[in-house]
């Protein structure tokens, strides 16, 4: 079984740019989650998916973040105007709904924002 | 505000040893309780889970101890090897099934 997807691996702004990451969540997961993870730091949650719809997406910078999710599948995060501080890994997970159940992530794109 | 905190930061053993790794958090309507492990270069993947209806969890050279009253557990890593050198982080789930807050993480070394 294939795991989660992300693309790219790597990523390499200045600041002002514009990235778009992109995840492909476990098949048959419905429950699709973005993290941010600054070096020698915990995932911090951006925004999470219940299928299409977003369920928390209170710690996304709604000025300059925005994630999509459109057929419940696979699922876009978008910086519009990158900051130095927005430098970390960003990490896609899935799970089964619930919560509670075990989160699969990919391994990530790492963002350096020069 | 840190709702879930883990200490010490970085914590060295040498093989063989016991590592105890600590957590605790504020908010008591979390309800379960994993704890992942992060390896260099790689991302976060589950070790070993708890609900608040026990006190223990065991899996392996791995246990939980879990102080429902002082909000606090602790992962316990015996006869520590190596292979288990990696950053481990508590995590914490509410009532209800809302997404993982995890902790800052202790790193793990283990020398030979």
């Known amino acids: 079984e294939a795991g989660v997807t992300q693309s790219p691996r790597y990523a390499v702004l200045q600041e002002g740019q514009a990235v778009s990451f992109w995840c492909d969540p476990i098949s048959g997961h419905d429950t699709l989650y973005w993290y941010q993870q600054p070096r020698d730091q915990g995932p911090q949650l951006l925004v999470y998916?219940?299928?299409?719809?977003?369920?928390?997406n209170s710690q996304l910078p709604s000025d300059r973040f925005s994630a999509v999710r459109p057929k419940g599948t696979n699922s876009t995060l978008k910086i519009q105007s990158a900051k130095q501080g927005d430098t970390a890994t960003y990490l896609c997970?899935?799970?089964?709904?619930?919560?509670?159940?075990?989160?699969?992530f990919g391994h990530g794109t790492k963002l350096s924002v020069l | 505000q840190q709702q879930v905190r883990q200490s010490p930061q970085s914590l060295t053993v040498w093989e063989g040893e016991t590592a105890i790794l600590n957590c605790s958090y504020e908010d008591s309507t979390f309800d379960y309780f994993p704890w992942y492990w992060q390896f260099p270069r790689e991302s976060p993947a589950l070790l070993i889970a708890?609900?608040?209806?026990?006190n223990k969890k065991e899996d392996g050279r791995f246990t939980i101890f879990f102080n429902k009253r002082e909000k606090k557990l602790s992962l316990h890593i015996t006869d520590s090897q190596p292979g288990d050198s990696a950053t481990y982080f508590c995590?914490?789930?509410?009532?209800?099934?809302?997404?993982?807050?995890f902790g800052t993480g202790t790193t793990v070394s283990v020398s030979p």
């Open positions: 998916f219940r299928d299409e719809a977003v369920i928390d």
């Open positions: 708890i609900r608040p209806v026990s």
């Open positions: 995590a914490a789930v509410y009532q209800g099934g809302r997404a993982l807050i």
């Open positions: 997970a899935s799970s089964l709904s619930g919560g509670n159940e075990r989160l699969f």
